[in-house]
């Protein structure tokens, strides 16, 4: 069952000092239909220095979202995704995917970003920013750190610029829930941390200092929110979250956009994967397509060759 959680509550769970996150915290009293929070995502507590991006806290991400780098906006001559796919191994899928019930390749680990350079070479996106217009396509690469800070519209952008697509509902699902249609990766019993999820506290309150006017679009986009530690992992660090195809991190670590135009995102984050939906089933809809916060990521899907 799909669940919308509300600011207030949310609010009322902080007071109340439950560690719990709503994953679809959306009625703000006092922002529009795009100041939505939603959930987070567990840390990488192995994140290389290098890959950090150095924001101050108090203040709000329209410095915060294009940290400066060489990156054109869009560009009109987008290289050729399918001259840059993996050649298909076993079951017509490429090495970085999965065959999920014989029908539909699935991204092993959730994406990270590569964007094109001035130059018009490709290079890594900085996971804790948002690329904005320029052109990025998905990479799936185990021991990355995944893109958050991502649109359901861009994470289809970026599946279609790497010759794949954003996953439906019903591949994900299969992928997630394994061939015995399981409601965890791992099998149908709770194993807590087995997957990244379930941090406490809450990590743009702790970022932050505070619960009190910190749940607004701008500050949930602070790009230094995903670099606190037990945070953000890197892909398939949590190595007992695995389905059954061998897909890694489908429940926590970063809500997973699927190709649904009016806004939905499966698996929950790392602070919660239960208040929307048990596991597999934690589904929000609370949001645009064009939403996003530090928890939000994706991966792909594409059709066997």
């Known amino acids: 069952m799909t669940h ?9 769970v902080f007071v109340a000092g439950c560690g719990v996150t709503p994953d679809d915290a959306v009625d703000l009293d006092d922002a529009s239909s795009d100041d939505r929070p939603s959930e987070d995502v567990a ?8 890959a950090l991006v150095d924001v101050p806290r108090d203040r709000p ?16 001559d987008r290289p050729d995704a399918s001259a840059d796919r993996p050649v298909p191994s076993d079951g017509g899928c490429p090495p970085e995917m999965a065959l999920v019930q014989g029908r539909v390749c699935v991204d092993r680990w959730e994406a990270h970003l590569e964007a094109r350079d001035m130059d018009g070479g490709v290079s890594a996106w900085s996971p804790y920013t948002n690329p904005g217009s320029r052109w990025v396509r998905a990479v799936s690469t185990e021991g990355e750190v995944p893109q958050g800070y991502i649109t ?18 019903p591949d994900w699902l299969a992928a997630c829930r394994g061939p015995t249609s399981q409601i965890y990766p791992y099998g149908n019993t709770y194993v807590r941390r087995r997957c990244n999820e379930g941090r406490t506290p809450h990590p743009v309150v702790q970022f932050y200092g505070t619960s009190v006017g910190v749940f607004t679009f701008e500050r949930m986009n602070n790009p230094g929110i995903n670099q606190q ?34 806004g939905t995102f499966k698996g929950g984050f790392y602070a919660d994967a239960e208040i929307n939906g048990r596991g597999c089933l934690y589904t929000t809809t609370a949001h645009s397509f064009d939403y996003r916060d530090y928890s939000t990521g994706f991966r792909c899907c594409a059709d066997p060759r």
């Open 152 to 169: 359901g519209a861009q994470s289809r952008d970026a599946c279609r610029n790497a010759g794949k697509r954003l996953c439906a509902l």
């Open 229 to 262: 530690p037990d945070s953000l992992a890197r892909a398939g660090a949590f190595t007992g979250c695995v389905s059954p195809d061998g897909l890694a991190d489908m429940v926590g670590n970063l809500h997973e956009w699927i190709d649904d135009p009016a």
């Open 4 to 12: 919308r959680v509300g600011l207030g509550i949310l609010l009322l």
């Open 43 to 50: 840390p990488d507590a192995d994140a290389a220095p290098d």
């Open 61 to 76: 991400t329209d410095a915060l979202v294009d940290v400066p780098r060489d990156r054109p906006d869009a560009a009109a």
